[in-house]
């Protein structure tokens, strides 16, 4: 088991599978100029399978795989195919902006792949387009619906961006009002690649709820697990669920479960944190996985309390995309 100085158990992995995306979020990555790593840096599938299956041995049950956009890898089946065969993971997972899955949900069924974060911060066409700087508004529509309808165990993300999407909060609460879905509305964090900074956002998680309150004053607390970060409702009247997620605020520090490996192989213990050990480096030298168990346990044993603690150990902090780190 994994367990971090802090006494907390890490049994979640996020795993960037590669940093390339096909959309351009105005909150995550700037329009152009963005230096994209190598491909020989970004890990290949079998080394993605390695530091998996030694994370799995370490206590892991639980891998979300993310990015950039996972679908823009070609592979990324054949390591979904491979994990599904780990007998100690109980949970594989996926974050997608849903513009490129479409082709393989039928796959993703079959596979037993169910829990899919489909990351939408509009209902308004023009909203969308503005905010990804792309036209994919019917793929990712039709394709969102699809999972829904398919069974899928489907999150809507959304971040509230000042003065860009706080008008479709209502909207999109009342469109997915019909349907099994959660929608979680995030905090905006300043991992944009270096295009805009702030140390403080109007649409924290209280003006969040404050602002559906009014709309919606008919609604309940849902019980959440312990490791949840979010804090979910539900509307009278609602098939789908709300949850807030306050991840510029940091209220969760205390019960946080996870790990994040980057698509280069940087291990990350604190989203606000510096990379703690590089497993690439780890897994093309001469080393043995013995070498890689004990970078891992390194790490996870020279964790940062919380969130604020994390981010005074390097200057750097805010310089990162989420696109590299994986969200
Ligand atoms: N491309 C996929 C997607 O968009 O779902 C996966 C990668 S994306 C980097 C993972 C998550 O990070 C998404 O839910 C995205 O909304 C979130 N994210 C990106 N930039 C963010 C920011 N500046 N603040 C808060 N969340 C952010
Ligand atoms: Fe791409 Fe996801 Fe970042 Fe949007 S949030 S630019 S979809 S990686």
């Given at each position: 088991m994994l367990i971090d100085n802090h006494n907390r158990t890490i049994n979640y992995l996020r795993l960037a599978v590669t940093d390339r995306c096909n959309l351009r979020c105005n909150y995550c990555m700037p329009s152009e100029g963005?230096?994209?790593?190598?491909?020989?840096?970004?890990?290949?599938?079998?080394?993605?399978?390695?530091?998996?299956?030694?994370?799995?041995?370490?206590?892991?049950d639980k891998i979300r795989i993310t990015g950039g956009e996972p679908f823009v890898r070609k592979d990324l089946m054949a390591l979904l195919r491979h994990l599904t065969k780990f007998e100690g993971l109980k949970d594989i997972s996926v974050t997608t902006n849903a513009s490129l899955i479409g082709p393989h949900i039928d796959e993703l069924k079959a596979l037993g792949i169910k829990n899919i974060n489909v990351s939408l911060d509009a209902i308004n066409r023009e909203t969308f387009e503005r905010i990804t700087r792309r036209d994919q508004y019917d793929?990712?529509?039709?394709?969102?619906?699809?999972?829904?309808?398919e069974g899928f165990n489907v999150r809507v993300n959304f971040i509230v961006l000042d003065g860009q999407n706080e008008q479709d909060i209502i909207p999109i609460l009342e469109v997915m009002k019909h349907y099994p879905v959660s929608i979680r509305?995030?905090?905006?964090?300043?991992?944009?690649?270096?295009?805009?900074?702030?140390?403080?956002?109007?649409?924290?998680?209280?003006?969040?709820l404050a602002h559906i309150a009014n709309h919606f004053p008919d609604y309940r607390k849902l019980e959440s697990p312990k490791t949840s970060t979010s804090i979910n409702y539900q509307i009278e009247g609602h098939k789908s669920t709300f949850g807030l997620i306050p991840s510029f605020s940091r209220t969760f520090c205390g019960s946080c479960n996870r790990l994040r490996v980057t698509a280069t192989g940087d291990v990350i213990t604190?989203?606000?944190?510096?990379?703690?050990?590089?497993?690439?480096?780890?897994?093309r030298g001469q080393n043995t996985e013995e070498d890689l168990k004990q970078a891992i346990l390194k790490a996870v044993g020279a964790r940062a309390k919380t969130g604020f603690e994390a981010q005074q150990e390097h200057s750097k902090v805010f310089d990162s995309s989420m696109t590299s780190i994986g969200g």
């Open positions: 963005i230096n994209f790593v190598k491909n020989d840096k970004l890990l290949t599938i079998e080394e993605l399978e390695k530091i998996s299956e030694i994370l799995v041995e370490q206590g892991i793929t990712v529509h039709g394709n969102l619906i699809r999972l829904i309808t509305f995030l905090e905006e964090m300043p991992f944009n690649g270096g295009s805009k900074s702030f140390q403080h956002i109007k649409w924290d998680y209280k003006a969040i604190c989203l606000y944190g510096k990379p703690m050990a590089n497993l690439r480096e780890i897994v």
